[in-house]
């Protein structure tokens, strides 16, 4: 059990299929996730990483689970941010589900660790990032604020 939790869920109106690709696919997070590139291995110990617009690579991990269009486990260490690395690994989990025309996306991003700065980090971006898709996937646009690498970082 994890000491330090976020939990997020939303229905977006996609097919699980385009909202797998739009999580995995580098073109497509570049669109709505802060011209960052999501490089994920499709299959279980692969590597996977979030590359910064400069070319750092600004999270990594390994694929812990993947089963497509319905779940993705990743192990996630940040890698820019010193304070947040020394934390270690968390855990982030995908869940996909069809839910009449819509898809219920459940992210969860979780370390076995009390107050977790990372956790405390992550879940004040994590609504904006899959507001922003959820707006691509359904109207073809992303949120203008989500298009840009944030500056001082």
């Known amino acids: 059990m994890a000491n330090s939790r976020f939990v997020y869920v939303t229905y977006i109106r996609t097919t699980p299929e385009k909202l797998w690709q739009a999580l995995i696919d580098p073109e497509f997070t570049q669109r709505y996730w802060c011209e960052t590139r999501h490089e994920v ?10 590359m910064a617009p400069d070319g750092r690579v600004a999270d990594s991990g390994e694929v812990l689970e993947i089963e497509p269009h319905r779940r993705l486990v990743l192990s996630w260490r940040n890698e820019f941010m010193p304070e947040l690395r020394e934390e270690g690994f968390s855990r982030l989990t995908y869940e996909l589900e069809t839910v009449g025309e819509s898809v219920k996306l459940t992210v ?3 370390m076995d660790k009390p107050n977790s700065k990372l956790i405390a980090t992550v879940s004040t971006g994590w609504p904006h990032i899959l507001a922003s898709l959820k707006s691509l996937l359904e109207t073809g646009e992303p949120l203008e604020e989500t298009t840009r690498w944030p500056k001082g970082f």
């Open 108 to 110: 969860i991003h979780e």
């Open 41 to 50: 291995s499709s299959h279980k110990g692969g590597a996977w990483r979030i």
